[in-house]
C-alpha cells in the first residue's frame, strides 16, 4: 500500500492539483493540517481532498483559527488577514468538515499531527531539543508532523537519550523499520526552506520506506489569484522564494 503525505496546503489550489498528478499511484492520502490559510483556493482546495473516501486528515492551527477555535492575537497580521478572508470564503459544507477533523490521528505504527505529539494544533518542532521532548509524548514508533514548513527527519538514539535533525533527503527511500522519527514532508502551498517547490512524500508499506519528493508549479498563478483577491503582498512574494 502507498501513502500520500502532504502538508500545509494552504489554499494553494495549483500546487495542490500538481502534486496530485504527479504523485503517481496510491491507496490513501495522509493530509497533516492547515488545508487553508494564506492562499486564494480554499473551498476548491478542501472540495478536491473530500473527494476520495481514503482520507486521512488532521486539523492544524490555521484550520481552527478560521473556525474562530484559535486566539487570532496570536497571528502575525498578513496571516491574520488571510484568516480573517478565509472565513468570508468558506461555504458551510467546507466549514462542516473543518469542524470534523481530529487533532491527531493513529495507527499501531504511525502518527498524525500538525504541530506536534504534546501540543497537535500549535507547536512548533524546530529544534533537536523539541523533539526530544515530543518524543516522551509520541505513542508509536514514528510521528509525521507539519506546521514548520519544512521537510525534516528527527531520529531518537535510544543508546543515549538524545535527538538528532537530518535532512529529509529528495527521491531517495527513508528506511522505517526499527527506528523511532518524527518526519516533516514540508509543505505542498509553502514552504518555507529556501526551496519553492511543492513538497510531498510517499509512504510505502510494502517496502516500509518514505520518499520525499518536490515538484515545479506555477507559482505565478497562484500569485495571481492572489492579488486578485488582495490578500497580502508578502504572502504573494514569499511563494516565489520559498521562505
Known amino acids: ?6 502538508s500545509d496546503i494552504h489554499a494553494n ?10 504523485a503517481g499511484d496510491f491507496d490513501q492520502i ?3 493540517g492547515d488545508v487553508v490559510g494564506y492562499g486564494p483556493d480554499p ?8 473527494a476520495y473516501n481514503n482520507l486521512v486528515c488532521v486539523a492544524g492551527n490555521h484550520d481552527w483559527a478560521v473556525l474562530d477555535k484559535v486566539d487570532l492575537e496570536e497571528f502575525n497580521p498578513d496571516a491574520r488577514r488571510a484568516v480573517l478572508w478565509t472565513r468570508d470564503q468558506l461555504d458551510i459544507q467546507n466549514l ?18 500538525h504541530g506536534s505529539p504534546r501540543y497537535p494544533i500549535w507547536e512548533y518542532v524546530l529544534t533537536p531539543a523539541t523533539a526530544r521532548v515530543n518524543f516522551e509524548y509520541l505513542d508509536t514508533p514514528i510521528g ?19 535527538v538528532t535533525a537530518e535532512p529529509l533527503p529528495e527521491d531517495i527511500p527513508v528506511p522505517l523499520d526499527n527506528s523511532r522519527l518524527m518526519i516533516n514532508p514540508g509543505s505542498v502551498g509553502q514552504p518555507r ?11 510505502d508499506f510494502d517496502t516500509m520506506t518514505l520518499m520525499h519528493h518536490r515538484i515545479e508549479y506555477n507559482i505565478l498563478a497562484t500569485q495571481l489569484k492572489m492579488g486578485q483577491a488582495n490578500l497580502p503582498m ?3 512574494t514569499r511563494l516565489s522564494y520559498g521562505w
Open 193 to 203: 526552506d529556501g526551496d519553492a517547490r511543492a513538497a510531498f512524500a510517499i509512504l
Open 1 to 6: 500500500m502507498r501513502i500520500l503525505l502532504l
Open 234 to 236: 508578502r504572502l504573494i
Open 13 to 22: 489550489l495549483v500546487a495542490l492539483e500538481t502534486v496530485l498528478r504527479n
Open 30 to 32: 495522509w493530509c497533516l
Open 144 to 162: 509525521f508532523i507539519g506546521h514548520t514548513h519544512v521537510p525534516v527527519i528527527y531520529r531518537y538514539h535510544d543508546d543515549d537519550d538524545t
Open 96 to 113: 462542516d468538515w473543518l469542524h470534523s477533523l481530529p487533532d491527531s490521528f493513529r495507527t499501531d505504527h504511525f502518527t498524525l499531527t
Open 43 to 50: 473551498n476548491e482546495c478542501i472540495k478536491t481532498l473530500r
